[in-house]
């Protein structure tokens, strides 16, 4: 993949309403990325009716003919419109449920809609971030999964990275058996849940060490592992090297 998807931004939204405002039928010539925060707007794209709900998206390419109602109810959601490199590569679907993370919400509300014209070198600022956003959303979307208990437990994972995880707390949070949990996860995803955890760990714990400002064992202690031999044992097996070694 090219080093930046985002050729130019122009548009973003980042609103609050109590009302979704009316979108006429218009085959669109840029990307359209949509994600709902809270409560739902109403869609037409092509010749499909679709309803985003919280988390929910879509990723509109060029040449989509898209409508959308005006509905009564708050909605909070943030709305993108960009040209994108064409080296650039992006999902191909164009409805995605429950693909919006925390991170994608924490990047998505950095700026509001005043900030593109308030502060100097906002566009870039904004264009970057959409950056950051495009690349999450595909790392979410890459994982394959549509079942919505996967999702389930893949949310509380990401939402709690740098806590101790047990399959047990995660049956607790979801409402699933951890037997059920470790079916449908190894069936979606190929691989156990804890391997999932210390893969998405261990790619945080190198981003943690590249930056230099945490000792190894603080380092270990804050992504949620007790044991500081454990946790080197773990990343020498990812990155067949020592954490000490890659430092």
Same mark, same amino acid.
């Given at each position: ?23 006429e ?34 990723l ?10 005006s ?7 943030v ?7 064409d080296?650039?590569v ?10 919006i ?14 900030h ?30 549509n ?21 047990g ?7 699933? &058996?951890?037997? /059920?949990? =470790?079916?449908? *996860?190894? +069936?979606?995803?190929g691989r %156990?849940?804890?391997? #999932? ?18 000792s ?10 007790? &044991?500081?031999? /454990?946790f =080197?044992?773990? *990343?020498k +097996?990812?990155?067949?090297? %020592?954490?000490?070694? #890659?430092?």
């Amino acid at each position: 993949m090219d080093k930046y998807i985002v050729k130019d931004l122009l548009h973003f939204c980042n609103v609050t309403v109590k009302r979704s405002t009316k979108i006429e039928w218009r085959t669109i010539d840029y990307f359209d990325l949509t994600f709902v925060i809270k409560g739902q707007l109403h869609y037409t794209i092509n010749d499909r009716i679709v309803v985003l709900r919280e988390n929910d998206a879509i990723l509109l390419p060029p040449g989509t003919l898209r409508s959308r109602p005006s509905v009564d109810g708050d909605v909070h959601y943030v709305s993108f419109n960009f040209t994108a490199y064409d080296e650039g590569v992006l999902p191909t679907k164009l409805y995605y449920e429950n693909a919006i993370t925390r991170e994608i919400r924490s990047l998505a509300s950095v700026f509001s809609e005043q900030h593109l014209s308030a502060f100097y070198h906002s566009h870039e600022k904004m264009t970057n971030i959409l950056n950051c956003i495009l690349f999450e959303f595909i790392d979410t979307v890459s994982l394959g999964s549509n079942d919505k208990n996967v999702l389930s437990v893949l949310k509380y994972i990401d939402e709690n990275l740098t806590e101790r995880i047990t399959i047990g707390e995660i049956g607790r949070a979801v409402h699933l &058996s951890n037997d /059920y949990i =470790s079916h449908c *996860f190894k +069936r979606e995803l190929g691989r %156990s849940v804890m391997d #999932y955890v210390n893969e998405r760990r261990m790619l945080l714990a190198r981003n943690m060490i590249s930056g230099g400002e945490m000792s190894l064992t603080d380092i270990a202690e804050a992504l949620g592992y007790d &044991s500081y031999s /454990y946790f =080197s044992r773990v *990343f020498k +097996r990812y990155f067949g090297v %020592s954490p000490i070694r #890659y430092k």
